[in-house]
């Protein structure tokens, strides 16, 4: 709670200071306000955990800080300094973009600590429509302007079907709260009943969610999307938005179906997991837009991402949050490094060459975050994905059949990029300020760190 | 006891500190850094092995686990008994003079401090195979010192010739780590443990088949095999002469070869339970005995001549083993690491003083030009071929009344062996240091005496290898001080207090006709090579049997047409045919089909909007469908 009043305070003086100030000066306040939140996350409100649902929890509070709510909030935060500090000036001009920035943080934090239908909702809302504003932000460029028309007709349409959802569930249990929810999804669990509302209010409310993560068949906007809009916006959308929507995908589960319904909903949700990495994979192998080709890999990432909603509570917790970790800091370096690339103009792969001859460390740092991206061992995409494909395994063993297949195929991929950057002769340059090292430097331990020590790495959820 | 772990941190240090500053110290301090770490460790072995002087209890320690699975658990421990004692101050203490002794003889290389650096590093490993407690720890060592062995061989890495003399010794040495490997699988496997204490109990041992006993010990003797270059796998000691001279000293004559007897005498439990694994280890020892010193009448180079000594003398030690005679292969491995690291570092004091010539038929009369050289050359010599008080009198007679106990035919082998080893050394040691300098008139105006820190470590070795007999010192001499290391060892190896003994006749019978047939040995030589002054052929001039003897009988050849050749066809083949034709074009139509969905799906994907809100609607139809009807 302190740390989201932080956030919000620090995106209405940003606004305000930034009318005056020159936009560099607005970022470096709103990393300030954005650290000061980081390190107010220890000390917010407690609450019980989700997998630990008890009647005290849900009627009085509408948000609870709880474990799983500060450790994803953490990652959120983390992720915003790293993109307001590594994508400045890569925009057009303006603090209020960057107030827009936080206030959609405010709604990805939200998204992460409901308690209620309405809360999420809330969240949901105030996470994308700032984004439909960034998308477009670059108002001369066409793609940019086809984006955001996109990305806000399709994001109306999913937000109508989680809207009917919600209202479908309060029609059949007088309620948006997680007590009364969960309690009827006790009830018709435990009566082996299926009320038509209820279903079909569930089978809705997961819809919208899965549009949120780009989950197949949800997901078509997403590489339109990603592609024409600003970097920026578009790092913003694969990091925190996904991360956001998972931590809100993953937090509906025990507090609302709960466990009398879970393997029901479970089922559903493995196919989904199941088509969403193999069409993310395989759409990725193709592309030869660097940018399409994250948006697929993201999908893909949701993919795997959506196992750890299958498993036990805690262990999915554990490993969700160790994927993210690696999934935010990777992603953060390809981004990056492709911003600093394809400012000529070319957005294809030949962006990269030349790269690993020109600046050896960003090449290291590049393909580093891409052997994360690919799980390979000793990074922290290797330990999230253990974590996740280990603890399917006894109930889900085709899905992680698939999840595997998946991994294979993605390796053509990423492995592509480092051969261009590595192998190709080329022009591809990156100058790096102080700043720059010093994040892509915390970004990197965070990959070896997690990937290397991924059991203290737990521990540090037992505090 | 804290010391323990700082025995082996001291070279490990002196590898870091020679290894990454090396390259920014003046030339000289890495080579004393290096010196000094094996010091500290020969110290401080010292005062450990004066402890267990008084009390055999041996010291333990373990400081983290390896490995734990379940019951399983493979600790970082180390274990010093006396046994393990007395091989540590072998290999810090000749380690240590070597050291020294390659300050001045690497003076002038350009990778001086790899040299140390690697040196020190071998030291490390070669500490923890014998002070490790499991086998485990054994394994980690014995693979370290196979790739210190690879490092040093190939130190010269320009030449394409030593590389490959590298890589053959790798080779060499995997395929008998295999045959270790799958031995210490089988015993986690039996034992369900690779500590040493739980497996090598001989109570525990009454519980497992005899035929796994038998597998186990042959299979580490196979390991055995690589490591001290035995029948069939000893091919590639020879060639590790590549190497600077004081790596064969260290490496290749006084320690890493004689892992593979350390690791016999140490699991000698499992090995008394099996007649035929031992009888094994006795035909092997023998054979390669026999045929390495007949390889070495023929030798021209100096350092083939003591490489192929080596492997004879090491067959040596495993007819003791094969014998029993577990104490008797530690003094010979004891007095052998005196006098043949002496050998070693001699030749390479001549070496040296020829700036590396290493042909003996270009040498000769150099007992003038380097007297310290020669007279400590001369007490090695007689040393090895076992003249009467020097060490390897009393160490290879040990082994030959021990063999006679055993079987009286293979004691007669035996004798021809050591007859054998005395006619090679002496051959050596006459045309080398005897005659006139045949090499060229630069050479000669060179010539001169090695300095003070090739000299003193020679010096050292010579005293050690005449006296070194008095470690263990036969009854017949004196009933004091007699069997010193039998007394010393006997708790460590369980074994009985006093040996079992041959009359003092027959004892002495013995004795007579090994110096007998050794005096024999002596006329031969002082005829042939002094009174005549033969040289030794060239290559074009040789002919029959001498012929295949220096061409080492082709098992260099016979290897390659009977192994390499077939394996390489087969590769060529299951290349060509399986691997290209069938397995890539497996895989590839894997990578072919993938692709044609990735395109199949782009059309799907086509930009527009109203074909995404139909899918997306038909998915929600399917999903929201699917869960009403159910």
Known sequence: MKSLLIIFIGAIVVLFTGIKKPEKKSIGLAIAFLVMALALIPFDMMGKLPWNFEIKYAPINMVAFDISARAFSGVLILGTIFILGLFSGSDRKGSDLIGLVMFSLCGAILMTSFTNLIMMFLGIEALSIPLYVLAGSKKSDLRSNEAAIKYFLMGAFSTAIFLMGCAFLYGSSKGFDAFSLHDMSAFVGHNHMSPPLFTVGISLVLIGLAFKVSAFPFHFWSPDVYEGSPNRTTVFMAVIVKIAAIAAFYRFFPLIIGEAQAVTWGTILACISACTILVGNIGALRQKSVKRLLAYSGIAQAGY??????????????????????????????????????????????????????????????????????????????????????????????????????????????????????????????????????????????????????????????? | MENLLWIILSPLAGFAISGLAGKYLPKGTTGWIASLAVLVSFVLSFSLFNGLLSNPAAIKKEYFT??????????????????????????????????????????????????????????????????????????????????????????????????????????????????????????AWQFGSLDYDKVLDPAKLVAIAPGMITAICVLLFIGAMGKSA????????????????????????????????????????????????????????????????LIGLKQNDIKKVLAYSTVSQLGFMFIALGSQAYVAAMFHLTT??????????????????????????????LRKAMPITFWTFLLGTLAICGFPYFSGFFSKDEILAEVYKHNVVLWALCVGSAGLTCIYMLRVLIVTFWGTFRGSEEQKHHLHESPALITIPLVILAVLSVFGGILNLPPLLSDSIAHGMHHFLSPALNLAEVPEELSPLSQLNLVVVTVVVLALAFWYVRHKYIAKQVVPETDDAMSGMGKVMANKFYVDEIFDASLVEPIEKTSDFTYKWLDRKWIDGLVNSFGKIANAMSNLYGKMQNGNLEYYLLYMVAGIILIVGYNLMK
């Open chain 2, 336 to 365: 052998h690491a005196f006098f043949k690291a002496l050998l070693f570092l001699g030749s390479g004091s001549v070496i040296h003083a020829l700036d590396g010539e290493q042909d003996i038929r270009k040498m000769g009369g």
């Open chain 1, 305 to 463: 991402l959506l196992m750890g909603i299958l498993i036990a509570p805690e262990k999915g917790f554990q490993a969700l949050w160790i994927y993210s970790l690696g999934y935010v800091s990777a992603n953060v370096i390809v981004f990056y490094l492709f911003n600093k690339v394809s400012a000529g103009g070319d957005e294809t792969f030949a962006a990269f060459r030349g790269l690993g001859r020109n600046n050896k460390g960003a090449a290291l740092v590049l393909c580093l975050s891409m052997l994360s991206l690919a799980g390979i061992p000793l990074t922290a995409g290797f330990a999230g994905k253990y974590l996740l494909f280990s603890s399917a395994f006894s109930d889900y063993i085709y899905l992680v059949i698939i999840a595997l297949i998946g991994s294979a195929i993605s390796i053509g991929y990423y492995f592509r990029i480092f051969k261009e950057a590595i192998l190709m002769d080329g022009e591809a340059r990156v100058q790096m300020r102080i700043v720059d090292i010093l994040l892509l430097g915390l970004a990197v331990t965070m990959i070896l760190g997690v990937g290397i020590l991924p059991g203290f790495v737990i521990q540090i959820l037992q505090f």
């Open chain 2, 230 to 293: 035995q029948i069939p796998l000893y091919t590639w000691l020879p060639d590790a002469m590549a190497g600077p001279t004081p790596v064969s000293a260290l490496i290749h004559a006084a320690t890493m070869v004689t892992a593979g007897i350390y690791l016999v005498v140490r699991t000698h439990v499992l090995f008394d339970m099996s007649v035929f694994a031992r009888e094994f280890v006795l035909i092997i020892g023998l054979c390669t005995s026999i045929l390495a010193a």
């Open chain 2, 66 to 187: 390896f490995i734990g699975s379940g019951n399983f658990h493979v600790n970082f421990a180390l274990s010093v008994d006396r046994l393990t004692a007395m091989m540590m101050l072998i290999v810090t203490g000749i380690g240590f003079l070597i050291h020294v002794y390659s300050i001045s003889y690497m003076h002038s290389d350009e990778g001086f401090y790899k040299f140390f650096a690697f040196l020190n590093l071998f030291i490390f490993n070669m500490l923890i195979l014998i002070m490790g407690s499991n086998f485990l720890m054994l394994f980690f060592g014995w693979e370290g010192v196979g790739l210190c062995s690879y490092l040093l061989i190939g130190f010269w890495y320009q030449n394409e010739a030593y590389g490959k003399a590298a890589r053959k010794a790798f080779v060499m040495n995997r395929i008998g780590d295999l045959g270790l490997l799958i031995g210490i699988f089988l015993i």
